[in-house]
């Protein structure tokens, strides 16, 4: 019973954050959009990974359902295909958490034993940009893919999607994950000072 209140708990967080983000990141850095939907610079998917890191499944399953809830929002204004609005909110849960999975062996949130960023320290630099690569290549592709089999536009992905979409995400998820160990880094170091 802990174990499922505890992800719950996780989804609940990860939505939440999610949800509140994501309209914060739109207002904010608008000068990174290529086009509407697609950054040259994208965060959030840097706070996907991170959650991801964090609560595991649970993380990817929260966010996924904070980017359907905000899909009916309609935060872009992008003229959605609503055909795509299911694959569109998990592809990015699924390219997360594959990519973590595939990448680092233990992290925080794979059994749901989040612990205030411990285990963090234990995830390295060259960890980190192989799971932003995967996750980009992951997320990217599946969007493009999804898009070609709904729409069949297979001339439009490559250039305007896939190369924008990865780069954007690539770059998201590596500020945002070094910001995070650099924090964890400096949180370490403040207890080890005090121990001295």
Known sequence: MF???????YVTISAVVWCAFVPLYAELFTWTEHISGINWIYLPHGLRMILVLLFGVAGAVGF?????????????????NSALHVPFAF??????????????????????????????????????????????LLNSGGHCLVRYLIEGD????????????FVGDVLGAVLL?????????????????RER
């Not at 174990?3 to 708990?9: C, T």
């Open 177 to 193: 994950l070094y910001a995070l160990k650099g924090i964890f880094w400096l949180i370490e170091r403040r207890k080890l000072d």
């Open 64 to 80: 996924s359902i904070g980017a359907h809830i905000l899909r009916f929002t309609e935060l872009d204004g992008i003229d959605f």
């Open 91 to 136: 592809i990015p849960g699924l390219a997360a958490y594959f990519a973590v999975a595939l990448i680092v062996k233990n992290w925080p949130g794979k059994s749901l034993s989040f612990q205030s960023g411990a285990g963090m320290s234990g995830i390295d630099g060259r960890q980190l940009l192989l799971v932003a690569f995967a996750s980009g």
């Open 154 to 165: 297979a001339e439009s992905l490559l250039i305007n999607n896939f190369v924008s979409m």
């Open 3 to 9: 174990r499922a209140s505890r992800f719950l708990l």
